[in-house]
């Protein structure tokens, strides 16, 4: 056992010896890079230490790949195995020398930063950094044993890095299908609760802790990722036939994993990119896309256009368990695409086209998703200073439940004027849980608009929607506190400041405002598209002379960031255009 320890300390020396040109070379390239050229140039900054890094990736994949290389030629296979440590041994012996190598270009990197004296925290982007070239370097290691070529285990150390965003992105597959097949169901929501509640990208690749601090969970993470790819190591090591040496890939069931994943991501990124087509059409391209992917990468990996029958066997039976993952998922959405709660059960909802109105909730209540009496107040003020309304009358809510049962039974609305995209609706339920729907709206010329119009109507028409949307205007207590503080600036088109009477108040402006403002909810013929983006302070289709206030107002919850609200006086604002003098 002595001996076995002497032969292992031995060669480990031996190894970072061996690398004594690289230490040499890695020097002088970040030397130049990263000081020498910034202080020619008499220029510094972020650009440098960020080439500086990326050039530490590079170095130490190439060092990786150099040193796990005999692994794929047979001759240097047969030297190796005259060595007196074994082939574990000598990987191990490899993966420490490349650790003590990528942690030395670090350390040049950081004193490029001292010594130039950046301002960089560069402490910061290391907490993330230094993580990802240890796994990259383990990962290095699994990938030459998996292969039976340099090239190849390149290839596979990148595939294997990225693999948790690929399974991210096969999931949003799925997820974007059930959306087509499934109405009111929105992949970015699906995608954003499942990534929140189980799938957390963010703290599998470390880059929470780039905006936190660290903790026992940062540590934990690293320590089970390096652990389980050195579990696979130790396990395909023993397994690995070297007899494979030279073709692609040395284990048949690595190939085929690497070969489904990989034709998902084709069709994935298609059908997650593609709008306003038949559900029947995307699946069908999606599955030709597959076939296609497949078979060009079985084909790469066999050297052979003809694959075996037993390559098609994988393919069909991954394809079938992926379809049959996907209904099942359907399945279980398509029982809730019909619920509407009832309006005494929800404290507040959204209606309108913003997508990420969820994203925003998260973000508020972090880990407690709870709505109740004590922050619902600084919850209304948060949304809105994020251009969302949320409705807390109960009239209102009732409205939102009648409008939503009408998209149900008609997703189609006539519009000529603005195109809608989609509608999402937002519950707030009084159990604190969240019911969220989003509805593709057809742009259709025979559909109906009469019952949606009249709905929105009495929305858009309420003092809650004038208190919250305008609430400089119709909020008496806060136009009392803050009218002194409201500036109201008349601009065109190219952005120029313009006044007729040099100076324009909001208490002069405030009452035809009002009036206008009352007449457009009062009469409009698209409410419903209105009330969809609150599309209250854009120009009408027809208006040309491009003249517009500029409104700016302190925070609702009094915070120091101020709200810009831009109102154009196209013709229907007829009182606030003829008291400033616009014709």
Known sequence: MEQRKNNFTSLLLYSLKSKKNWFLLSTVIIFITTMLIPFILGIGGEFFIAFGIVEVFILAFVNCLVDSSFLHNDSKLAYYKSKPLSFKDQIFINIISNHIFTGFLLILVLLSDAVQNYNIDILEIYKVIIPWLSAGIFLSALSSILSGNTLVAGLMTIFN??????????????????????????????????????????????????????????????????????????????????????????????????SVLASLIIPALFSISSYDRSVASEVMVSLLLAALSYYIIIAIMEKAFRISRLSIKVFLVSMASFIVLTGATVLFANQYKNVVPAPEDVKAAYIGGNRWAYREANRYFGDEDILNDENLSEFESYY??????LFTDKANIEKITELHKEILDNQGYDNDEFYINNVVINYYMNDGSILIRDYRIKNDENSENKVKDEIASDILKSEELKEKKFFYLYNEDYYLKNKDNI???????????????????LEHIRPHLIKDIDTMLHDSDKAFMILNSYNLDWPARDYKENYYLQITVANKDNSSKDVYQTIYLDDRLVNTREFLGIK
């Open 161 to 258: 890095f990225a693999l948790p965003a690929i399974f991210y992105l096969i999931i949003q597959f799925m997820f974007s299908i059930l959306e087509d097949l499934v109405i009111g169901f929105s992949s970015n929501v699906l995608m954003e609760y499942f990534v929140d509640a189980f799938y957390k990208l963010d703290y599998i690749y470390l880059i929470a802790y780039s905006y936190n601090s660290i903790d026992i969970v940062y540590f934990l993470i690293l320590g089970v990722i390096i652990a389980f790819i050195t579990f696979l190591i130790l396990k395909m090591i023993k397994r690995r036939k070297n007899e494979n040496t030279g073709n692609f890939m040395v284990f048949d069931g690595y190939k085929y994993f690497v």
């Open 487 to 505: 500036k109201v600036v008349l601009s065109n088109d190219r952005g120029e400041a313009y006044s007729p009477d040099e100076n324009i108040s």
């Open 384 to 389: 809105y200073n994020r251009n969302i309304i």
